[in-house]
């Protein structure tokens, strides 16, 4: 069970890098596909927290912060992504520190979780 916990935590952690490097190569000027990193509902990390984390970990405040965060995350990607687009990517980039504050408290939430569920 641990074992399968800390690998199901791990491969939300990836998850959620794998979305910063992707908004990071579109803001830089890259053709990465728009959906997963606009919409919440589109990525790998929503569709973990929808279908597994909000059943199995609802009762944990930290379970409804998380998805709170990361749709604000999607939200500010897709912000940064129309400056980008609007010709404006020194602005977007520049917003990147903002999306590494938010990626740091989605991992600290993360960690909380996997943390609360093992002491469970």
């Known amino acids: ?16 890098l794998l979305f910063k490097s992707k908004l990071r190569s579109f803001l830089y ?13 589109q990525c790998a990390m929503g ?9 199995a970990y609802g ?13 604000l995350i999607h939200a ?4 940064l992504m129309d400056l980008r687009l609007a010709g404006q990517p020194d602005v977007a980039t ?3 520190s903002l999306i590494n504050k938010l990626a740091d408290d989605i991992v600290a939430l993360l960690h909380t979780i996997e943390t609360r569920v093992r002491a469970a």
């Open 1 to 16: 069970m641990n074992d399968d916990l800390k690998q199901e935590f791990d491969a939300a952690r990836i998850r959620h």
């Open 29 to 41: 000027g890259s053709d990465t596909a728009q959906g997963p990193i606009r919409d919440p509902e």
């Open 47 to 55: 569709h973990w927290i929808t279908q597994r984390a909000l059943p």
């Open 59 to 71: 009762h944990l405040p930290e379970t409804h912060e998380l998805d709170r965060l990361h749709r």
């Open 76 to 79: 500010e990607a897709s912000r």
């Open 94 to 96: 520049a917003g990147l």
